[in-house]
């Protein structure tokens, strides 16, 4: 994908380039017929040639879609293919949660000597650590977890004030009984 948005795939309008990783980079963009925004995950374009990477997406795609949780991120639809001129060979849909980091959060707070106390540490973990239970009652381990694959859903600050913790990129997960992922 181009970084020079605005950029059209299928009905999704691209809008901000949100990060990038060692396999995909992930784009904030507009769905107009159901008026929401969503993330997009797109496989870099020189790992959709090769099946096996293909085939690594379509499994995380597939194993996040089959869970329902409210800490764990909504995947909405994914695509995989050969990659050609016009189209990304391999990308994931899914819900756009508004909010930073965890691993940004704690920078930011940590740096001018703000940290949480014990009742809001265990508010933050305890839905985080049911997510993962899910997950894994599931069949599905994460092998990923780190404040940076966690975000803060400003839109939910009910029970954190920092937001809500929400599960993300399970890029290298593990289906237990299978081969590695």
Not at 99 to 109: E, P, S, V
Not at 128 to 134: E, S, T
Not at 138 to 141: D, L, P, T
């Given at each position: 994908m181009s970084t020079n948005p605005?950029?059209?795939?299928?009905?999704?309008?691209?809008?901000?380039?949100?990060?990038?990783?060692?396999?995909?980079?992930v784009w904030k963009a507009f769905d107009p017929q159901l008026k929401r925004y969503v993330a997009i995950k797109f496989m870099h374009a020189q790992l959709g040639s090769d099946p096996d990477f293909r085939a690594?997406?379509?499994?995380?795609?597939?194993?996040?879609?089959?869970?329902?949780?409210?800490?764990?991120?909504?995947?909405?639809?994914f695509h995989v293919s050969p990659p050609s001129a016009d189209r990304p060979g391999a990308y994931m849909v899914m819900d756009?949660?508004?909010?930073?980091?965890?691993?940004?959060?704690?920078?930011?707070?940590s740096a001018v000597g703000k940290f949480l106390p014990d009742n809001q540490l265990l508010r933050l973990f305890t839905p985080?650590?049911?997510?993962?239970?899910?997950a894994h009652e599931?069949?599905?381990?994460h092998r990923d977890i780190k404040p940076a694959n966690i975000l803060l859903d400003s839109r939910n600050t009910k029970y954190n004030?920092?937001?809500?913790?929400i599960l993300t990129d399970f890029g290298i997960v593990k289906i237990s009984g299978a081969a590695t992922l």
């Open positions: 605005p950029q059209r795939l299928g009905k999704y309008e691209l809008q901000t380039r949100l990060g990038q990783g060692g396999m995909a980079e690594r997406f379509e499994r995380e795609g597939q194993a996040i879609a089959s869970l329902r949780h409210p800490n764990i991120v909504q995947v909405y639809d756009y949660v508004v909010g930073q980091t965890l691993a940004d959060y704690i920078r930011n707070t985080i650590c049911l997510a993962i239970d899910y599931h069949g599905i381990i004030p920092m937001g809500e913790p």
